[in-house]
C-alpha cells in the first residue's frame, strides 16, 4: 500500500480524482519554489508554460490547481526551478493535488516532450494520455472504507453487565483482527462507536481497491517450454536489436513466451507491459493472466467501471503491480523500470489512435523501449507487410515458429467458386460446398462460425458472373460506391467515374453492390435450418459493458450451433468444438478500396481459420469468392505467409505504396462550414508552399472533400498526398498545427487505417 500524504485534517476529504473543492487558503512559512506548470486546457492558446509559486513539497509530474483567467484549472507540473522571469508580485500559487506521489513519473514527462514534438499537438491533449479519464474528470474517488482495531487487550477492558454488545465486538475484533465498521455494528449494534469512545478500540480510513478479478489469483506455473520456445525466449534476451519480431503461426506457443519473458521480468524486479487488441481480452484471457501472475497483473481494459480503471491504474503507478495488460491505450501505463514491452497481434489495425493525437502505438511502445534500454516483441502469425520488411531487412530482430505445439495440421481451406454457384442459378449466401459441411458439422453435433466481412458504408461493384470489380485507372485500387452521388469514387486520387450499367468485362448485368448483412444471414440460416441455435454478434448487438463477450460467453457454454459475426469474432477465442469456419465473402476486403486490402484479407482469413479445429477434431474452413484464381487467397489457402509476402511487397514496389511511400491524409474537420473551409484553406496554402518547394518528395498532392463529407454533423475536407522522402513530415505537422482553431480541428493521419 502506498504512502498517504493527505492525511492532514480537514485535507482528508479531497480525493485524487477531483478538483472539486476550492484552493485552501495560502500556508505561510512554507519554503517556496516556482513551478513551471501546463494547465489542463487543450487548445493552442494556453499551450505553453506559465510559472507559479509552489510548496516545497511539490515535484516534477504532480498534478495541481491553478488559478488561472478567473477559474482554478487542473495542471500538471512539468519542471521546479529557483527563479522566474516573472515578477515575483505577479506570481500566483498553485495547490498540490493529494495524490501522495507525483501522477506523472519521469518517464511519462519524457515521453510527454518527445510525443508533443513529433506529433505537434497541445502539451495537455499528449499528457491526458498518461491518466485515466476518471482521474480527470474527478466523477470518480478511492473507496474509503473505515476499519476498526482493538487498542487494548480484552482482559484490560471493564464492561457494564447490560453491554453485551460492547463486549461481543470487542471478543470478535480480538478474535479476527481489524474489521469494517460497518460489518461489526451489523453484528453488534452501535459497538463500535462505545468502544472508540473508551478508547478501547480505534477507528481508521483506508482505501478498499476495487478488484475486478478478485478470486482469480494464484502462482500458477507455466508449460515446461518446447526447445523452439526456448530458444526463441534466448534469441530474445541475446539480440542487440530492440525490436523483435515473433512470426508463429497460429498456436505455436507464443503467448506462453510472453509469459516466460514477464515472468522473467518479475523476478528481476522489473515491470512489463503487455498489450493486445481489445477484443482479445477475452474472460478466458485474463483468467489466466490473474491465475499465473497474482495481483501483480493489473488489467486495464473498456469492459471495466471507471472505478476499477482508476484503482488498477494507482496499483500500477505505486509499483504494488507491475504487470500493465491492456489494449492501445496500456501504453502509457505508469509502471517503471520497464523489462519488457510485448505487442501482440502486432498488425492489428486497433493500434493507431483515430482520435486526437492520432500516435501510433509502435511509436510510443519504441520511445518507451529504449527509454528502458528494454526489448520491445512484436508478435503475430501473419505480421503487418511493414513490420516484416523492417525485419527481413535487418532493422528487427525476427523469430519464426513453424510448428503448432500440438502438432496438429492447420485446417483446410476449400475455396467455393461463387461464380459457378450463380451460374447454377445459386444466388443465396451460401455456396454448396458451405452447406455441405454445415450439415455435417450440425449433424455431429459441432459448433459452425460464419464469418462475414462487411465493413461499414463501403461497397465495390462486383459482377457476380465473371468476379469482375471497378477499379481506379490511375491507382490500382477498388472504387467505391457513393450512393449520395450515385457514382464510384477512388479513396486514394478523388477520380470519380460512372456506375457501370453491365459489366465491361463480360456484359453481363448481374452487379452486385451491397455485401449481405449479418441479419440477412441469420434469418436465411434459420430457414434453411430451423432446428439450429443462432447467435450473431456485430457492432449491433454488441453494445453495452461487455455485450460481445456476453455472446462469446454463450457460444463457449454451447447455447448456440453456429454462430454469426463481422470480423470482430476473427480473434483469439477458443472453441474447442468448432470444426467448422465459413468465410462468406472473402471478396468484400479483398477489394475494399485501401492498397492494405490484400494484407487485410490475408490476416483476416489466417486468423478466422485458426477457430477452427482447436482441439481433437480436425477443423474445416469454407472461404467462398468470386476471384478464386486470386493471389492473395492462393496463399492464404496454403497458409503461405512468406509467398505473399514477397508477391505483395513487390506490387507495393511497383505502385510505390507504403512501405516505400507514406500516405498523409490532412484532415480538416469543423461543424461551421464556413470555418471549416478557411482553415482547409489556410492548410493548403502552407502545405502547397512545401510541395512546391520540394516536388520531388511528393508522389501526390491534392486537395479535396472527404470520401465522407459530413460526419456527426462536422464538415470534413482533405489534402492527401503520398511521400516519397518523409524528411517534410514534420513541416506538415507545424502548418497543420498552425491552421488549428478553436472551431475546427485539423489533423495529421499517417498511413491511415481508414479513408472515409
Ligand atoms: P499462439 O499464441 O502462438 O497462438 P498459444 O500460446 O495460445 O499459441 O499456444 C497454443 C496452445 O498450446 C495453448 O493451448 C497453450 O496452452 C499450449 N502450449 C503452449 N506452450 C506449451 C508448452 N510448452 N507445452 C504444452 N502446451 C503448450
Ligand atoms: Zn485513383
Not at 318 to 341: D, H, L, M, Q, Y
Amino acid at each position: 500500500m502506498r504512502e498517504r500524504q493527505d492525511g492532514k485534517g480537514e485535507n482528508q476529504r479531497f480525493c485524487r480524482a477531483g478538483f472539486l473543492q476550492k484552493p485552501a487558503r495560502q500556508k505561510v512559512g512554507v519554503q517556496e519554489m516556482i513551478a513551471e506548470v501546463i494547465v489542463d486546457i487543450a487548445a493552442g492558446e494556453t499551450d505553453r508554460i506559465y510559472d507559479y509559486l509552489c510548496d516545497d513539497g511539490t515535484e516534477a509530474g504532480s498534478r495541481v490547481r491553478a488559478p488561472f483567467g478567473g477559474k482554478v484549472v487542473p495542471g500538471f507540473v512539468m519542471r521546479l526551478k529557483e527563479t522566474s522571469d516573472c515578477p515575483p508580485g505577479k506570481l500566483r500559487r498553485v495547490y498540490p493535488c493529494p495524490d501522495g506521489m507525483p501522477a506523472l513519473n519521469g518517464e511519462c514527462l519524457f515521453l510527454a516532450e518527445k510525443l508533443t514534438a513529433r506529433y505537434r499537438v497541445p502539451k495537455a491533449l499528449v499528457l491526458r494520455l498518461f491518466l485515466p479519464s476518471e482521474m480527470r474528470t474527478g466523477k470518480v474517488r478511492e473507496l474509503m472504507k473505515s476499519y476498526v482495531s482493538l487498542r487494548v487487550p480484552v482482559s484490560e477492558m471493564t464492561f457494564p453487565k447490560t453491554a453485551k454488545n460492547q463486549r461481543g465486538a470487542a471478543e470478535y475484533l480480538e478474535a479476527h483482527g481489524k474489521t469494517e465498521c460497518g460489518y461489526l455494528n451489523g453484528l453488534f449494534p452501535g459497538s463500535v462507536s462505545a468502544l472508540e469512545k473508551k478508547g478501547y478500540a480505534e477507528v481508521a480510513k483506508e482505501q478498499r481497491l476495487r478488484d475486478p478479478y478478485r478470486g482469480l489469483d494464484g502462482e500458477q506455473p507455466g508449460h515446461i517450454l518446447t526447445d523452439d520456445q526456448r530458444a526463441a525466449v534466448e534469441k530474445i534476451g541475446t539480440d542487440k536489436r530492440t525490436v523483435q519480431l515473433l512470426h508463429g503461426v497460429t498456436g505455436s506457443g507464443k503467448t506462453e513466451i510472453y509469459l516466460t519473458l514477464i515472468a522473467d521480468c518479475l523476478r528481476q524486479g522489473k515491470s512489463a507491459i503487455f498489450l493486445v487488441p481489445e477484443i482479445s481480452l477475452t474472460p478466458q484471457m485474463l483468467a489466466q493472466l490473474r491465475a499465473r501472475f497474482g495481483r501483480n497483473a493489473a488489467i486495464m481494459h473498456s469492459g471495466l467501471s471507471a472505478g476499477e480503471r482508476f484503482d488498477e491504474w494507482w496499483r500500477l503507478r505505486t509499483g504494488e503491480a507491475k504487470i500493465a495488460i491492456g489494449a492501445r491505450s496500456a501504453v502509457f501505463a505508469p509502471v517503471e523500470n520497464v523489462g519488457v514491452i510485448i505487442v501482440d497481434e502486432e498488425h492489428d489495425s486497433s493500434y493507431s489512435s483515430e482520435t486526437a493525437p492520432r500516435y501510433n502505438t509502435f511509436d510510443v511502445a519504441y520511445l518507451r523501449a529504449k527509454y528502458n534500454g528494454c526489448k520491445l516483441v512484436l508478435g503475430s502469425a501473419t505480421p503487418a507487410v511493414e513490420t516484416y520488411k523492417r525485419a527481413t531487412d535487418g532493422e528487427f530482430g525476427l523469430i519464426r515458429l513453424e510448428k503448432r505445439i500440438n502438432r496438429k495440421p492447420l485446417p483446410e481451406i476449400i475455396i467455393a467458386d461463387m461464380r459457378r454457384e450463380v451460374r447454377r442459378g445459386n444466388n443465396s449466401a451460401f455456396s454448396s460446398p458451405l452447406r455441405a459441411e454445415l450439415e455435417k458439422c450440425l449433424s455431429s453435433g459441432n459448433q459452425a462460425i460464419l464469418f462475414l466481412n462487411r465493413r461499414g458504408y463501403s461497397q465495390t461493384v462486383i459482377c457476380k458472373e465473371c468476379g469482375y470489380v471497378a477499379k481506379c485507372e490511375a491507382c490500382d485500387v477498388s472504387l467505391t460506391y457513393h450512393r449520395d452521388e450515385d457514382c464510384l469514387k477512388c479513396h486514394y486520387c478523388g477520380a470519380r467515374y460512372k456506375v457501370p450499367v453491365a459489366c465491361p468485362e463480360c456484359g453481363g448485368t448481374k452487379l452486385s453492390y451491397a455485401g449481405t448483412g449479418t441479419q440477412r444471414i441469420v434469418a436465411d440460416l434459420s430457414r434453411l435450418y430451423p432446428s439450429a441455435r443462432i447467435l450473431r454478434m456485430d457492432n449491433d448487438t454488441t453494445s453495452g459493458k461487455e455485450g460481445h463477450y456476453k455472446i462469446l460467453k454463450a457460444f463457449g457454454e454451447r447455447q448456440a450451433d453456429i454462430l454469426v459475426g463481422t470480423q470482430m469474432i476473427a480473434k483469439g477465442h477458443d472453441f474447442p468444438s468448432v470444426t467448422l469456419v465459413g468465410i462468406l465473402d472473402a471478396d468484400m476486403s479483398l477489394h475494399f478500396s485501401d492498397y492494405r486490402s490484400g494484407e487485410r484479407t490475408f490476416q483476416l482469413i489466417t486468423q478466422v481459420a485458426g477457430r477452427s479445429g482447436r482441439a481433437e477434431e480436425k477443423g474445416k474452413v469454407v472461404l467462398q469468392t468470386f476471384s478464386p484464381e486470386n493471389d492473395v487467397l492462393r496463399y492464404a489457402v496454403a497458409y503461405d505467409y512468406e509467398g505473399f509476402y514477397r508477391n505483395e511487397i513487390s506490387l507495393r514496389a511497383a505502385a510505390m505504396f507504403p512501405p516505400f511511400s507514406k500516405i498523409v491524409r490532412v484532415l480538416v474537420t469543423g461543424e461551421d462550414e464556413k470555418k471549416t473551409i478557411e482553415a482547409l484553406r489556410s492548410a493548403y496554402v502552407g502545405l502547397e508552399g512545401l510541395y512546391t518547394a520540394n516536388p520531388e518528395k511528393f508522389l501526390f498532392f491534392n486537395r479535396m472533400h472527404a470520401p465522407i463529407r459530413r460526419i456527426q454533423n462536422r464538415f470534413r475536407y482533405q489534402v492527401l498526398m503520398r511521400l516519397s522522402d518523409t524528411s517534410v513530415l514534420p513541416q506538415v505537422y507545424d502548418v497543420c498545427a498552425q491552421s488549428r482553431t478553436r472551431d475546427v480541428l485539423v489533423s495529421v493521419e499517417e498511413n491511415p487505417v481508414n479513408l472515409s
